[in-house]
């Protein structure tokens, strides 16, 4: 239950974020991802979003342990701090805004691990969390490459996504080293060979993306973050 709290509230952040896009740009400017959300937008903020938090309201007051309530409350003072600048844009950003999600995602997804685990130190759940960031971050970065593509104007994340593709294989093989070779918890090695996994479907996912649709891409970058670790475990 704790988890599917978290889940929840991660996703109900991220249909808050597209909302409020649907708000702020034009009809014609909008994304395949934020016209979805336009043409539903009603059905979301009178029915889905109520629900959806009415439900992460009980399980926090009924089902998650105090000490991971607490630790969610803490970040819920970053997530505010990411709709000030990223959505409202009331204060300057410090990080492009696919940075700041993924590692807000990544602080969310590791929530109940640090209070489950009680590390002695910081580095494990820190290295677990970085981890994670590197991963939701090329997620986001393969959509946003694809959207500009599709356009027909190729920019930012277009000539950045394969640096930084490469750039997070590189920096996740030297984790596998030092686990391998003791210098960090051997506990990390599933989440780190499942981060390296969905990197490197996310790099074939590249190389064919030019067959693929925005949804159809959008759907397999998906699957290629979510699908390594449960495979992993099993």
């Given at each position: 239950m704790v988890h599917a709290g978290l889940g929840l509230v991660v996703w109900i952040i991220y249909v808050l974020d597209r909302l409020w896009d649907t708000f702020r740009q034009p009809?014609?400017?909008l994304d395949a991802r934020h016209a979805f959300y336009r043409r539903h937008r009603v059905l979301f903020m009178v029915l889905i979003l109520p629900l959806a938090l009415a439900a992460a309201g009980w399980i926090a007051l009924k089902e998650i342990p105090e000490g991971i309530l607490w630790q969610a409350v803490s970040l819920a003072v970053f997530v505010a701090?990411?709709?000030l600048?990223?959505?409202a844009r009331l204060a300057p950003a410090?990080?492009?805004r696919p940075h700041a999600a993924a590692l807000l995602f990544a602080l969310g997804c590791t929530t109940s691990i640090r209070f489950f685990s009680m590390p002695e130190t910081w580095t494990d759940p820190?290295?677990?969390c970085a981890m994670l960031t590197l991963l939701f971050l090329a997620n986001l970065s393969a959509l946003a490459a694809k959207e500009e593509e599709?356009?027909?104007k190729p920019a930012h994340w277009h000539a950045a996504?394969?640096?930084l593709l490469g750039g997070n294989l590189l920096v996740m093989v030297a984790v596998l080293y030092y686990i391998q070779k003791g210098s960090f918890d051997a506990v990390l090695l599933t989440p780190s060979i499942?981060?390296?996994a969905g990197l490197a479907l996310m790099t074939i996912l590249h190389r064919v993306r030019r067959k693929l649709n925005v949804e159809q891409h959008r759907v397999l970058a998906d699957l290629a973050m979510v699908l390594p670790l449960p495979v992993i475990w099993m």
């Open positions: 009809k014609a400017e701090l990411y709709f600048v990223y959505v410090l990080m492009p820190l290295l677990e599709d356009v027909g996504h394969p640096t499942a981060v390296f």
